[in-house]
């Protein structure tokens, strides 16, 4: 059973909190958020997440190496297939760490194994498509459809996830008047990690959200999820209409 990603977890929480103060500038307070979260985390999972933006933040480069291999350490121990998605992260930075403390050998050896960890998803699903389009088993969801994220942006991909939450909140920002639908989808060709997600908040891709230019199948649908309150829906579209990042389409 793969870990899930919950966004309600209180150490992840901490992290955004974090994250949130260093795009702000305050750099010492999200350092203090972040040992926060580390000092509070109860399991494997979590102080994989908390070390790694521990190390992120260190000014040593001796530190930030520590941190970055107690983030590893703590990510080999969960042996988990979802957190296998963050190891040529993980390992890319202790190596870049090892090189800027003139240890050729150890950067190498971690370079070479950056490498060897990276390659196509492996995931098996069940994966889900979160939309208000009103649709029905056997269709196919294809690319060429506009952004929910950014107006008249045609999107090369089509998009999903196997974290249902996930596809829960595309439903939720998803364009027309329809209600919220959670199809569950079967990739009919290659995918990949979503580059809008992958390494960019947290280490690898953690929210297990992924892309294609093959069609996905409808082959279901779910009725029933957590779904966001009003007041949490208005916090999500405050972000979006804030976020002025690209899009990689």
């Known amino acids: 059973m793969k870990i899930k990603f919950d966004p309600n977890n209180p150490i992840i929480k901490l992290c955004m909190s974090g994250m949130g103060l260093e795009n702000s500038g305050k750099v010492d307070d999200a350092l ?46 969960i042996n988990d297939e979802n957190v296998k998605s963050a190891y040529p992260t993980l390992y890319l930075n202790i190596a870049k760490f090892y090189e800027e403390l003139g240890d050729s050998e150890n950067a190498k050896r971690n370079y070479d194994l950056s490498n060897s960890a990276k390659g196509a998803p492996t995931d098996v699903g069940p994966f889900y498509h979160g939309t208000k389009a009103d649709l029905k088993v056997g269709d196919l969801l294809t690319d060429g459809g506009n952004s929910n994220y950014k107006a008249d942006l045609k999107m090369n991909h089509i998009y999903f996830t196997a974290n249902i939450n996930g596809a829960g909140l595309a439903a939720t920002l998803a364009k027309g008047e329809g209600r919220e639908r959670i199809y569950i989808v079967e990739p009919t060709g290659e995918f990949e990690n979503d580059p809008n997600v992958t390494d960019k908040k947290f280490p690898g891709n953690l929210t297990r959200s992924y892309r294609s230019k093959e069609p996905l199948k409808i082959i279901g649908e779910v009725t029933e999820w957590a779904k966001l309150t009003t007041a949490e829906q208005g916090e999500w579209r405050e972000k979006l209409a804030k976020n002025n990042g690209e899009i990689i389409n």
């Open 32 to 77: 203090s958020m972040f040992q926060k979260a580390w000092h509070e985390s109860r399991d494997d999972y979590e102080r994989f997440i908390a070390s790694y933006h521990l190390g992120r933040m260190q000014k040593n480069t001796r530190d930030k190496l520590t941190w970055m291999e107690t983030s590893l350490q703590c990510a080999l121990k």
